[in-house]
């Protein structure tokens, strides 16, 4: 067995145990968060792909979120319990599968197709503001309310022959674009900006964030229902570890 990620991991949580000890003041400004997320939930077999995707059903697996950053605090030093400051996400990263085996299996269809690499990854900044509020020796709650703007990316398609005159087919791609751009991965990377709400409860160095990223995604698309550009509902909701510097 490899030891080496587990010493590392061990040097990292020491770090932030002697960081946290030698501070008396418990808000401390920087943060790293290792977690889980979710994009979505399970696709209805009765709706087409594009209809489901239009109400959030992603057939997205849960899957990684990693982000740090920093709260600058405008009244750190004040000795009221209560401290106000920006509160800036350099970087909010999250990996997930998108796997729609089950959902092309009910369509009964032998010679069914499924493409594309199965990736889900985003990755966003993140600023706004956030209050802080330190009730009880050093345990210390965070609500925070920020913008995200970042890059999303979406590899997956399937075809199916329905049984009907009409085949039953999506791609996270505009296939039909004249322009070669839209179909490979430079096409499928495309940026928004959306709504950020997230908390944190932390004692010391360590804490439980949770974060929530709502709002729809102008992508492209190539479908039985059309093809062109829409605005997907793909909500992003994370829990995470915060370590706390």
């Known amino acids: 067995m490899n030891s080496k990620p587990f010493l590392i991991f061990s040097i990292v949580i020491l770090f932030f145990v002697m960081r946290a000890s030698a501070q008396s003041n418990p808000f401390y400004g920087g943060y790293i968060r290792i977690g889980l997320n979710s994009l979505g939930g399970k696709p209805n077999n009765e709706l087409s792909m594009y209809d489901n995707l239009m109400s959030g059903k992603t057939g997205m697996k849960n899957g990684y979120a990693f982000e740090f950053g920093r709260i600058f605090y405008f009244n750190k030093e004040s000795h009221f319990p209560i401290k106000f400051g920006l509160d800036w996400t350099y970087l909010s990263a999250t990996y997930n599968k998108i796997k729609w085996e089950d959902y092309v299996k009910s369509k009964n269809d032998p010679n069914a197709e499924l493409g594309g690499n199965g990736t889900a ?125």
Not at 122 to 133: M, Q, R, V
Not at 204 to 224: E, N, P, W
């Open 121 to 245: 990854v985003t990755a966003n900044t993140k600023l706004g503001l956030a209050i802080s509020y330190n009730p009880v020796a050093a345990l210390v709650i965070d609500i925070r309310g920020q913008v995200a703007y970042g890059i999303n990316y979406f590899d997956k398609s399937y075809f199916v022959y329905t049984g009907t005159p009409a085949e039953e087919y999506f791609s996270f791609a505009d296939e039909t674009s004249e322009d070669e751009v839209e179909k490979n991965i430079k096409g499928r990377v495309k940026a928004a900006l959306r709504p950020s709400l997230g908390a944190t409860i932390r004692y010391k160095a360590f804490g439980i964030a949770y974060d929530y990223i709502s709002g729809k995604l102008k992508y492209g698309y190539s479908s039985s229902d059309g093809s062109g550009e829409e605005k997907f509902k793909i909500n992003n909701s994370e829990i995470k570890l915060s370590l706390n510097f």
